[in-house]
């Protein structure tokens, strides 16, 4: 539940908001995530207009939500989307066998 304050932060879930001129790629932040122990990923996207700057502050100071970044090139959030589930799939990568089980969302 991330409507709970900071002071109740659940450790194994991070919260990543995608920008554009984030310091980090995401990439980055998901490989920071599983070293973190990281067992759930929330990505926080806008539409064609962006994240007005309040919403980004409150994402960034009520619920911890770190910046990322997906290149300097402007994508579609449909294109986002793909891209995100690629990177995830590829840094949570399952064995076969279990399939059913582990990565960030199971």
């Not at 990543?16 to 990281?38: I, K, N, S, Y």
Request: glycine share 10%.
């Amino acid at each position: 539940d991330l409507s709970r304050g900071e002071d109740e932060e659940q450790p194994n879930v991070r919260l990543l908001l995608l920008v554009e001129d984030a310091p980090r790629t995401a990439e980055e932040e998901l490989q920071a995530a599983q070293v973190d122990g990281c067992t759930r990923v929330v990505f926080v996207l806008g539409d064609h207009s962006g994240l007005g700057p309040g919403e980004l502050e409150l994402l960034q100071s009520r619920f911890g939500a770190r910046p990322a970044s997906l290149g300097t090139v402007p994508l579609l959030t449909s294109q986002c989307i793909v891209v995100l589930h690629h990177l995830i799939d590829r840094a949570w990568a399952v064995p076969a066998k279990d399939a059913n089980s582990g990565g960030p969302n199971k």
